[in-house]
């Protein structure tokens, strides 16, 4: 009986030794997974962009955080950060080459959603008189939708078009004139006072165009602010003047070409070397067609 007690005293014991065993080992599983997480994130400590982005101090790679994608956003889009309507969508229902023919709208939701909330500057080089629809209303409604706190400026070379969108529309200010006009950029730019947190260079599609207002506009874009070129496959098409030997005409100076010097100044480290506006500029994002020139904040690089 004396021995039977016994043996069923070494069993509970037994028993809790063991319980207290699998709970030990049960910390150290997650302590290593939670070591291997962090590991795995660059560094210890870590902060979290506008963009949803998980940015470690220091080196290694950021980490996306768990899907922030809005329900609108078209497949592949990056970085959308909010529940707002995306610019895809708001431009597929409004109709705008920037989301039919062209994908500028990548960009657009790429960068917009991080300013959606704030109130803006925006000029718009070109109206859009040349296309058969309703521009001028669908540019404002697709505006207001993904931006909805912008003041919108507009520069436009078809006066008779220019006038008879201002007699039609409100909410909007457009200034007439040739976007490679140097007097013409000087006036709008003393009359508007620049400070400028958004341009976008849709107008006239010459590389000559292009790249006189970016010389020219680039002083009035706001630190921090974003310089937008579209349709840069002009350069290279004999109808806009642009180079019909892929780059190869040495009598041609590409938006490529431009782009390469600009780089040349950052990569480098000259600063404004080759060219005056790369001393302000803090990256430039290129895709199919498109370029967004990023002037840096005051005080970093
Ligand atoms: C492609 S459309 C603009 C489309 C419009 N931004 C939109 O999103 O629907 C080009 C516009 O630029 C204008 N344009 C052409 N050459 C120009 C120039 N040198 N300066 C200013 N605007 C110009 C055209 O008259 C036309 O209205």
Redesign the pocket.
């Known amino acids: 009986m004396a021995a039977s007690r016994v043996h069923y005293l070494l069993l509970a014991a037994a028993s809790i030794l063991l319980f207290f065993g699998i709970a030990h080992q049960h910390d150290q599983v997650r302590e290593t997974l939670s070591n291997a997480w962090n590991k795995g994130a660059g560094s210890s400590s870590s902060s979290i962009d506008q963009s949803g982005t998980i940015e470690p101090e220091g080196h290694g790679a950021a980490i996306p955080s768990p899907s922030k994608a809005a329900p609108t956003a078209a497949p592949g889009t990056p970085f959308v950060a909010s529940d707002a309507p995306s610019f895809h969508e708001i431009a597929l229902k409004h109709g705008?080459?920037?989301v039919t023919t062209h994908h500028y709208w990548f960009m657009y939701d790429k960068y917009f959603p991080a300013i959606r909330d704030k109130k803006l500057k925006m000029l718009?080089?070109?109206?859009?008189?040349?296309?058969v629809r309703l521009?001028s209303g669908?540019?404002l409604l697709h505006l207001a939708g993904v931006l909805p706190h912008v003041d919108l400026y507009y520069?436009?070379?078809?006066a008779a078009?220019a006038d008879k969108w201002a007699a039609d529309m409100t909410g909007a200010t457009i200034y007439t004139?040739?976007?490679?006009d140097k007097v013409f950029l000087q006036k709008f730019i003393d009359e508007t006072g620049g400070d400028f947190d958004i341009i976008i260079d849709?107008?006239?599609?010459t590389m000559n165009?292009q790249q006189v207002s970016l010389e020219m506009l680039w002083k009035i874009v706001k630190p921090g602010g974003m310089y937008f070129i579209e349709d840069l496959q002009t350069s290279f098409m004999t109808s806009y003047g642009g180079d019909g030997m892929g780059g190869k005409d040495p009598s041609k100076h590409t938006m490529s070409k431009l782009i390469y010097e600009l780089l040349d100044d950052k990569l480098q480290g000259k600063d404004g070397q080759r060219h005056a506006i790369s001393a302000e500029m803090r990256s430039i994002d290129c895709m199919r067609e498109v370029c967004l020139f990023h002037k840096q904040e005051e005080g970093t690089i």
């Open positions: 705008t080459d920037k718009e080089i070109g109206l859009g008189c040349n296309m521009w669908q540019v520069m436009e070379y078809d078009c004139g040739d976007q490679a849709d107008g006239g599609h165009q």
